[in-house]
């Protein structure tokens, strides 16, 4: 079950409520993989964040042409 689904259940006992929320609830990511994610298809893995993209390489390719780049060889 899922955090919201179980709270959903107890938020009428309030100190049960409570006591779930303080343990059970999931923290704000401050850094980490998922926390990065493609501003396009929304992956988290194979990441390009030079230059400020966010893209992941599958969408870095198939728009890499619209942004100005150029494939050498």
């Known amino acids: 079950m899922t955090y919201?689904?179980?709270f959903k259940s107890i938020a009428h006992k309030p100190v049960k409520a409570a006591r779930y929320k303080k343990f059970n609830k999931s923290k704000p990511r401050k850094f980490g993989r998922m926390l990065k994610r493609c501003r396009k298809c929304n992956r988290t893995?194979?990441?390009?964040?030079?230059y400020g993209l966010n893209y992941c390489r599958q969408c870095f390719r198939e728009d890499a042409e619209k942004l100005g780049f150029r494939k050498y060889s």
Do not use: P
């Open 4 to 6: 919201e689904r179980v």
């Open 45 to 50: 893995g194979g990441m390009n964040h030079k």
